[in-house]
């Protein structure tokens, strides 16, 4: 049996245009085999949990450069778990002070990658989660 | 012991692509004429600068950009700037205005003046520059996909202190094109934004003559990825497009291209750097003239403001930023820039502090008072290898215009469609590889890192309190305005937007009576539709 790949939605929610981030880990975890579904700017986060059920995802990886990460972040999360999709895994990437990490944690975000993050440890760390959500779900 | 040959050197690629010699000599520069190619410099095509005298004259202008969240608190800051001798001020929006939302608006929710001053009504403009002589002031406004709104509520508050439009100077950066490449605060879809910036255009031609109605940025798209080629030919690309759109209202080319003025960026190889900007200015100069036919030698000159980017910037031991923003002050200069801006050191954690500020003021003045930077104008002219790179940039940035125009039907349909964008960030990928595998080199992240101590990311605290007395103050500006007149002006803006008329009468009809940020852009939005952005990785 062939192994499905690990889908994953790159996200963009609120005001903030800055995407240079997300576009360069949406192309590396791409290029590492994954699918990848990237939302583009100015998402609410109805509409990118909208998308990630029509998408079915393994992942939600949420990029966020303006401050606002921990209520944009809270809002997601519980989204989802409204949506009935609350084995999608969450990743958030960005200008997230290290002060924040562990508050992010606790809501229920599974990793943190602040700007300057190396490439192969976010597709790896991708690699186990998106595996993790697919074993439970099989 | 063998000869060493030159294969025995490390070949070097520049960004752009281009292989640089170890030696170059006079025969890299043979079929160069020096009246034709390069020039006095104040005479055409301009590749030594675009006045005879420059620095000698009068040094670049220094001018900082910074952002504060009420119009109060900006009004304070602006005061005490004048005081301090500054004439030109340069106003940041928070995203909410950016975007064309009020503060109340629920999509606005945690960003109200957060990164610049929140703008619902001319009541807010009217607060800002509250006691300011706008008459004699040059005000920037960091304003793109609602530069219409944000113009006719500038002009008004003008008019209200009794300075007519002839007198105001100024500049809106209302670059829209490249806010779908990079930045990304862009509405409206790209053929009805392309003709709001063609109504602000014409309006200043026709009523606001000193005013500078549009900063053509590559400074962003290169931030987001782009290398020096690409950034100068999707700005010019850019800017034909202006042009081009303009022109078909009956403009002529001598009316309006002098009132254009470039943003661009700086960090990577010095010498690419200064060829790039000399190749820009000649290929400026000879598209505006050929091309376009114009005769007023101002429209052909290249004005620029050229800083040192954040993009060079690291992280990882941030007090070498100090040192690599000297050196973009240095390339800066050297190419004969007409402003200068430095991000500070502290960049990359926190709005920059006070400190790292001054630092930064002081990196301009030393080049300008210690190093003899001003003595001699475009001192590289004449070196075989700056001309040569100069010549072989300028190529390079033709063929990338060419290519806009050839493989993807002009820069619009490109930008519409998404190939620059994704151009773009595919050259932001790689170039994020090659810091990863270390074919980039970056000094302190990839070679010679130390062990550092956790320093934090210092955000701009948020003040709630100031959200509150700003939609307390909309609430009071939308009781106490004429609603009737409001709509009136609403409705008639609705049909302006919907013909073919300029809108900026409508607009500022619409200002002057209170309508809204907010309310003014539903409007444009039920015409025009919105933006949707072709995701292409």
Redesign the interface.
């Known amino acids: 049996m062939s192994k499905k790949p690990t889908r994953i939605l790159i996200a963009k929610p ?7 981030g997300a ?2 880990v ?3 975890l ?1 290029d590492a085999g994954f699918e ?1 579904i ?5 998402q ?1 986060v109805e509409k990118i949990v909208e998308a990630a059920l029509q998408e079915d995802v393994d992942v939600v990886g949420l990029s966020i450069l ?3 990460h921990l ?2 972040t809270e809002r997601a999360i519980a989204r989802l778990q409204e949506e009935g999709m609350g084995d999608v895994r969450v990743v958030v990437g960005g ?5 924040d990490v562990e508050p992010l944690k606790a809501l229920g975000v599974a990793g943190v990658f ?3 993050s ?3 440890e976010i597709v790896d760390f991708v690699g186990q989660i998106g595996e993790s959500v697919n074993q439970r779900r099989s | 012991m063998a000869k060493i040959t030159e294969q025995d050197l490390k070949k070097v690629v520049l960004e752009s692509g281009i292989e640089v010699k170890p030696i170059y000599g006079p025969e890299d520069v043979a079929d160069m004429d020096y009246e034709t190619e390069i020039g006095e410099p104040g005479a055409y095509p301009f590749t030594r600068g675009i006045h005879k005298w420059m620095y000698r004259y009068r040094p670049f202008t220094m001018r900082q950009y910074a952002g504060f969240g009420t119009p109060y608190e900006t009004n304070e800051r602006f005061k005490f700037l004048i005081s301090q001798g500054q004439n030109a001020l340069n106003v940041a929006f928070d995203l909410p205005s950016q975007m064309g939302l009020d503060s109340d608006d629920p999509r606005a929710e945690g960003e109200v003046g957060r990164v610049g001053m929140a703008v619902d009504t001319l009541k807010d403009m009217e607060v800002a520059f509250d006691g300011i002589p706008i008459d004699k002031i040059s005000v920037s406004l960091t304003i793109n996909a609602v530069t219409a709104i944000m113009l006719a509520m500038y002009v008004t508050v003008a008019e209200k202190q009794g300075v007519p439009p002839e007198q105001i100077r100024g500049t809106t950066q209302n670059d829209i094109l490249k806010e779908y490449v990079g930045r990304g605060t862009w509405i409206f879809p790209v053929e009805p934004s392309l003709r709001l910036t063609g109504d602000t255009i014409e309006y200043c031609a026709q009523n606001v003559p000193r005013y500078y109605p549009v900063s053509v940025c590559g400074y962003h798209i290169r931030e987001s990825g782009a290398n020096p080629v690409q950034e100068i030919a999707y700005a010019y690309s850019i800017a034909c497009a202006y042009i081009d759109h303009v022109l078909e209202r009956g403009l002529s080319v001598d009316d309006f291209v002098a009132r254009l003025s470039f943003n661009f960026d700086i960090f990577g190889n010095l010498w690419e750097q200064v060829a790039k900007f000399r190749a820009a200015r000649r290929l400026w100069a000879k598209l505006i003239k050929e091309r376009y036919g114009a005769t007023n030698p101002k429209a052909m000159q290249m004005k620029m403001i050229a800083g040192g980017g954040g993009g060079g910037l690291t992280i990882e031991q941030p007090e070498n930023n100090i040192v690599r923003s000297a050196y973009y002050a240095l390339i800066s200069t050297l190419s004969g820039t007409q402003t200068m801006a430095l991000c500070s050191y502290d960049e990359a954690y926190t709005i920059p502090t006070e400190k790292a500020a001054i630092l930064s003021l002081r990196t301009m003045q030393i080049l300008v008072e210690e190093m003899g930077m001003c003595d001699t104008v475009d001192p590289l002219a004449g070196s075989y290898y700056v001309e040569s790179l100069t010549n072989e940039l300028e190529r390079r940035i033709v063929a990338e215009m060419k290519r806009v125009d050839e493989e993807w039907g002009g820069i619009v349909k490109a930008i519409a469609e998404g190939h620059v964008q994704r151009e773009v960030a595919h050259q932001a990928y790689l170039h994020e590889k090659g810091i990863q595998d270390g074919s980039i080199v970056k000094v302190g992240v990839n070679k010679y890192r130390m062990e550092e101590e956790a320093r934090d990311v210092a955000l701009h605290q948020y003040n709630p309190q100031a959200v509150e007395e700003q939609q307390a103050r909309l609430a009071q500006v939308k009781a106490e305005r004429d609603g009737a007149a409001v709509s009136q002006a609403l409705e008639s803006l609705r049909q302006a937007a919907a013909g073919t008329e300029n809108v900026m009468p409508y607009v500022l009809d619409a200002a002057r009576a209170y309508a809204t940020l907010g309310e003014m852009t539903q409007v444009l939005k039920d015409v025009f539709g919105e933006f949707r952005e072709p995701v292409r990785l």
């Open positions: 609120g005001l903030d245009g800055h995407d240079r576009k360069v949406a192309l590396a791409r990848v990237y939302t583009g700017l100015h609410t303006s401050g606002a209520p944009l200008n997230i002070p290290a002060r602040p700007t300057g190396r490439l192969e």
